[in-house]
Nanobody, 120 residues
Framework: QVHLVESGGGLVQAGGSLRLACAASGSIFMINRMGWYRQAPGKQRELVADVTGGTRTNYADSVKGRFTISRDNAKNTVYLQMSSLKPEDTAVYYC??????????????WGQGTQVTVSP
């Protein structure tokens, strides 16, 4: 069994910063990809950023230059440093990971979500 636990959400004023963290635990053989998605009320869940292999990153156009994703492979943890936050960044942020529990078994896992609210 694999668990993803997020932390770091909260309320911040526009222009402020927050750092999200997501730690994976359980029966982990290898983590391929970790990322963050978000879902605002009435909207579809969208990719914010992801990192593969610890170094290859990908960002949504809306967050480029403001958000930074990083990964600590030793801790099975992914971070999302969010700066210059805007009200439109308000959403529930979900951690996602592509994890092998054995050499042959691979699954897609989600955290429970953490609320980020940016006030004008």
């Amino acid at each position: 069994q694999v668990h993803l636990v997020e932390s770091g959400g909260g309320l911040v004023q526009a222009g402020g910063s927050l750092r999200l963290a997501c730690a994976a635990s359980g029966s982990i053989f290898m983590i391929n990809r970790m990322g963050w998605y978000r879902q605002a009320p009435g909207k579809q869940r969208e990719l914010v950023a992801d990192v593969t292999g610890g170094t290859r990153t990908n960002y949504a156009d809306s967050v480029k230059g403001r958000f930074t994703i990083s990964r600590d492979n030793a801790k099975n943890t992914v971070y999302l440093q969010m700066s210059s936050l805007k009200p439109e960044d308000t959403a529930v942020y979900y951690c996602n990971a592509d994890i092998r529990t054995t050499l042959r078994n691979r699954g897609d896992y989600w955290g429970q979500g953490t609320q980020v609210t940016v006030s004008p």
